[in-house]
């Protein structure tokens, strides 16, 4: 099994602050995918990132994925609250199960 | 709303007692997923059905764990003699084959605590 190692695990920040998480891994992998999961419940496909170097925006979320795919970042500008929540990465491992990692779990103030 | 649905929501059971859970997909979508999530983890595969057919089971899923997709639709999940560890969050997800990058809708979830 590939880990997805995630960094940092919590993250707690002020309204309007800019932030970054991280997915890092040894192995490479085809594609990547970051989940956003609130509180109960399930998680929330926000991208897939599938060429090195890769950089996809949502909105006031980039994403990047490594030159050599093996890792991946998510950058959020001007947090607010309704960003709140853990933010997962995953691989689909031989195209059915996906491998998580353990998460970010991000907190905003107002 | 069409999107994966799952019943019940939550549910306190007893050390020793069956539960089962349900779920069910995206009407079009003849794959379909079972992952169990624990507090401050990522969620961990359990078993995947392409239609009616079973056809991976993670090594976490123990003899007491079964699940069915009788007719390739909705998916029972049961756990047998529940123990105190089986306590989690145990989500169901659909998927259509030969979409790229198979792309996976995620229900609610069921969340489980035994006693």
């Known amino acids: 099994t590939q880990l997805l190692e995630q960094s940092p695990q919590f993250l707690s920040i002020q309204e309007g602050e800019n932030l970054t998480v991280y997915c890092n891994s040894s192995s490479v992998f085809s594609s990547l995918q970051w989940y956003r999961q609130e509180p109960g419940e399930g998680p929330v496909l926000l991208v897939t990132?599938?060429?090195?170097?890769e950089v996809k925006k949502l909105k006031r979320l980039t994403f990047q994925f490594g030159d050599a795919r093996k890792d991946s970042s998510l950058h959020i500008t001007a947090a607010q609250p309704g960003d709140t929540g853990l933010y997962l990465c995953?691989?689909?491992?031989?195209?059915?199960?996906?491998?998580f990692g353990k998460g970010t779990t991000l907190s905003v103030s107002s | 709303d069409t999107g994966v649905s799952q019943d019940p929501r939550h549910k306190i059971t007893k050390r020793g007692q069956n539960v089962t859970f349900r779920c069910d997909p995206i009407?079009?979508?003849?794959?379909l997923y079972w992952y169990r999530q624990t507090l401050g983890q990522g969620p961990e595969f359990l078993t995947y059905f392409q239609n009616e057919a079973q056809l991976e089971k993670s090594r976490l899923l123990s003899d007491r764990f079964s699940a069915e997709r009788p007719k390739g639709s909705f998916s029972t999940l049961e756990i047998q003699r529940t123990e105190q560890g089986d306590s989690a969050m145990y989500l169901c997800a659909s998927s259509l084959t030969g979409v790229i990058y198979n792309e996976q809708f995620f229900g609610p979830g069921t969340r489980l605590t035994v006693l």
């Open positions: 990132v599938v060429t090195g170097g």
């Open positions: 995953a691989h689909n491992q031989a195209g059915t199960a996906l491998i």
């Open positions: 009407s079009e979508h003849n794959r």
